[in-house]
């Protein structure tokens, strides 16, 4: 992550790379999406589809032009989410996460372990949306165990 020119650098505790489990890595997307912050929100389909027995990974990544800035009313941290899906696949993901929020969650990841998982992050080019159509004809109750309630598939 560097910073861009003319820019204040995040605070030490933005370089890190914190793992989740399902619950907490949706909470944070039920986050966005209800406080409307523009960049992640959450559904069923998502939930649905996220593998409740692994790690899924994030930390904050922002963009030049989704850089932190409070002035603007954009308090948030853009960060890189690398998301295990219920076949196994990892994908990537953007979201936005609030300071405090990220700041709060445990870090248990070595440093180590840190740095290889953000290189695969920013180095997995297929995302939720491309996962998702790819994974449409396998989607029903009776393969990955999706069944929309209102007969919508995402
Ligand atoms: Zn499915």
Known sequence: MRTPPGRRQLPPQARVLKALDRAAIFALYQEAGRRRLGLGSDSPWLHAHLDPDAAH???????????????????????????????????????????????????????????????????????????????ESDCGPDACGYAPADGASR
């Open 57 to 135: 990974f994030l930390f904050p990544d922002p963009a030049t032009y989704y850089w932190p800035d409070p002035d603007a009313g954009r308090p948030w941290w853009q960060c890189s989410v690398l998301l295990h899906m219920v076949d196994g696949e990892q994908v990537r993901s953007g979201l936005a996460v609030l300071p405090e929020t990220f700041t709060a969650l445990p870090s248990t990841v070595s440093r180590l372990r840190q740095r290889h998982l953000a290189l695969i992050a920013r180095t997995t080019e297929r995302d939720t949306w491309l996962w998702g159509r790819d994974h």
